[in-house]
């Protein structure tokens, strides 16, 4: 398997880049390719703008979406874009790796994520009938291929349970699972998350590595996310609501977007 892991931390020295170097031993053990995109090495351009667009006229209005488009087609999105699109094509496998800064990832890989998923690409794919609403949401370009996030926590892990004040951790990432992997067509698979990292020492990393390998090992067979397709006749067209007669009725939000074995 081929796998990209893009790297969001600026410290060579953090628990994220240990456990980084851990997840790509694993894989390479397994005999996985492994590349890195780490993002403040490479010195990430992280906000979008007219030089994202160099055929963009002068004079002419910006308009992001048509401006990605009209990019994507012509091929004249910048170079360092191109190469993490061609990174993303090589790879069977991605693997999103930051610290959980603000409930969200930090704004360098969310910059990578806005500028390198261009229209036409990771979105935008597809075509908008009665039958189907285009191809995303497990279908699109990147459809067969694996993801998951390796992510870090200072809050404790009942903080983000179930009941915890922080909101369950599957509501805080599902934005990132389902938004932003599952859209252009990933399989995604449960995340890899470490909690109170403020306060780590030698038998927590211990710990915590071994977890990680073993998931690292599973990557190929792990059950994914149970996310619904939106144009399996789970939703209807073009609402893109879920039917009444699917999911409990005393569920609401994101819960409602994974398949149960009673639907
Ligand atoms: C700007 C910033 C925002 C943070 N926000 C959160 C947060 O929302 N939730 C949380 O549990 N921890 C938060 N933290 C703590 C980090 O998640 C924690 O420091 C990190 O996981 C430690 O890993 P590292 O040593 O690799 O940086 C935040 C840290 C920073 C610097």
Redesign the pocket.
Known sequence: MRVLLVFA?P?PQ??????RDVAVQELEAAGHEVRVSDLYAMRWKSQVDRADFPALAPNERLQPVAASKAAFATHTLTDDVRAEIEKLLWADALILQF??????M?AILKGWVDRVFAFGFAYGVGEHSDKRWGDRYGEGTLAGKRAMLI?????WEE??GARGV?GPIDDLLFPINHGILYYPGYDVLPPFV??S??R?DEARFEAAGQQLRVRMRTFETAALIPYRRQNGGDYHIPSMELRADLGATDLSGFALHLRRAAD
């Open positions: 931390h410290e953090s628990l994220s880049a240990s456990l610290p959980l800064w603000w409930f969200a930090p992510v870090t926590a200072g809050g903080h983000y922080n470490i909690y990292t403020d780590f």
